[in-house]
């Protein structure tokens, strides 16, 4: 009786495994795809100039500095702002890719960035596949 429960609940843990890992790559997957879509529309690029920074820090299971800066840039005589999160310090000029049909819409940097909540998802596939691996085990009488 003892080992069939370790059984069952290695093969519970296997489960969250394999849908947490699916979900995972299917959220790096969407993301990706979003940013190549933007990519592609945002087609044109001039360099903005940084306005303001300010920094801001995150606890996930480390700490970490982010910096949120603002950049006016001009397309046509008309100037336009941008914002961006980073965890990397801005400098005081960086590409502005916009889309020519509304120039307002625009990302800074090189690389278009999308949310990407991939990691949350892998994260607990990984706690998952530990325990799947350790109650295995015991439910195989190796402990």
């Not at 489960?15 to 940013?35: H, L, P, S």
């Not at 879509?37 to 606890?59: I, M, N, S």
């Not at 996930?60 to 840039?73: D, L, S």
């Not at 607990?124 to 596949?129: E, G, H, K, S, T």
């Amino acid at each position: 009786m003892h080992r069939l429960v370790f059984l069952i609940v290695a093969l519970v843990a296997a489960v969250v495994f394999v849908f947490y890992a699916k979900a995972g790559v299917e959220e790096w997957n969407r993301a990706d795809a979003e940013t190549d879509v933007l990519e592609e529309a945002y087609t044109g690029e001039t360099k903005g100039k940084k306005v303001a920074q300010e920094t801001y820090v995150k606890f996930w299971f480390h700490y970490t500095r982010y910096y949120r800066a603002t950049f006016v840039y001009e397309v046509d005589g008309k100037s336009y702002q941008a914002e961006t999160d980073t965890g990397m310090e801005m400098w005081d000029e960086e590409e502005v890719h916009y889309d020519p049909a509304n120039p307002a819409k625009c990302y800074v940097g090189q690389y278009a960035r999308q949310e990407d909540d991939s990691g949350n998802s892998f994260g607990i596939a990984i706690v998952a596949l530990v325990l799947a691996i350790v109650f295995a085990a015991g439910g195989c009488g190796y402990f």
